[in-house]
């Protein structure tokens, strides 16, 4: 048995950041929510973009009846190939157009990448944010860490993977698996 002094630690933390330019509209969590992977952080008004969605939408709609119209032509023998790699090449660019509108669209819902605590807010109703701009502070408590150095002549002791128990301050017992860290061992608890 070998005993180990240490301290608890959260998996990670990241700060969470916008993908997007525009003024923050809303920010639903606060320092200290509990969020689920997934929950909006932040949320950037839309300002154009559902404009440019919907002029995306129709040009991919005129694309289609452009390309369907070549094809008819084509079995005519109206048309050469030529017409139709073009209307093709359009509808595909539209497509595209309207995938481009609709990421720029998700992009200004600002997600928790994983359930955690919001540890920080970083932008307030009405901010301005531009891409890398932060929205929230998150950190990850599942699961928490018992990280403790241990000394050189013990290191050959421990097998990453075996259990260990930790006992906390407030006397309770947790158990986990030993993993090897750059800054010490670190156990998971289960």
Same mark, same amino acid.
């Given at each position: &048995?070998?005993?180990? +002094?240490? *301290?608890?630690?959260?998996?990670?933390?990241?700060?969470?950041?916008?993908?997007?330019?525009?003024?923050?509209? /809303?920010?639903?969590?606060?320092?200290?929510?509990? &969020? /689920?992977?997934?929950?909006?952080?932040?949320?950037?008004?839309?300002?154009? *973009?559902?404009?440019?969605?919907?002029?995306? %939408?129709? #040009?991919?709609?005129? @694309?289609?009846?452009?390309?369907?119209?070549?094809?008819?032509?084509?079995?005519?023998?109206? &048309?050469?190939?030529? %017409?139709?790699?073009?209307?093709? #090449?359009?509808? #595909?660019?539209?497509? @595209?157009?309207?995938?481009?509108?609709?990421?720029?669209?998700?992009?200004?819902?600002?997600? @928790?990448?994983?359930?955690?605590?919001?540890?920080?807010?970083?932008?307030?109703?009405?901010?301005?944010?531009?891409?890398?701009?932060?929205?929230?502070?998150?950190? !990850?408590?599942?699961?928490?860490?018992?990280?403790? #150095?241990? @000394?050189?002549?013990?290191?050959?002791?421990? =097998?990453?993977?075996?259990? &260990?128990?930790? +006992?906390?301050? !407030?006397? +309770?017992?947790?158990?986990?698996?030993?993993?090897?860290?750059? =800054?010490?061992?670190?156990?998971?608890? *289960?």
């Amino acid at each position: &048995v070998l005993t180990v +002094r240490g *301290r608890t630690e959260n998996k990670r933390t990241v700060v969470v950041r916008a993908e997007t330019s525009g003024k923050i509209a /809303a920010r639903p969590v606060e320092r200290g929510s509990r &969020v /689920a992977a997934g929950d909006l952080l932040c949320r950037i008004n839309l300002d154009a *973009r559902d404009a440019s969605r919907t002029q995306a %939408a129709e #040009a991919l709609n005129q @694309a289609r009846i452009d390309f369907d119209g070549t094809i008819r032509l084509k079995r005519q023998g109206l &048309v050469a190939d030529t %017409a139709v790699a073009s209307a093709k #090449a359009r509808l #595909a660019a539209a497509e @595209a157009d309207v995938e481009r509108a609709e990421l720029e669209i998700r992009r200004t819902a600002i997600r @928790a990448p994983f359930s955690g605590i919001v540890e920080d807010v970083n932008a307030e109703l009405g901010d301005y944010v531009s891409p890398g701009a932060p929205c929230v502070t998150l950190v !990850d408590l599942d699961p928490m860490l018992l990280v403790g #150095a241990v @000394a050189e002549r013990d290191v050959s002791d421990l =097998h990453v993977g075996k259990p &260990v128990t930790g +006992r906390l301050i !407030d006397g +309770r017992r947790v158990t986990g698996s030993l993993t090897f860290e750059e =800054h010490g061992v670190q156990v998971h608890q *289960r």
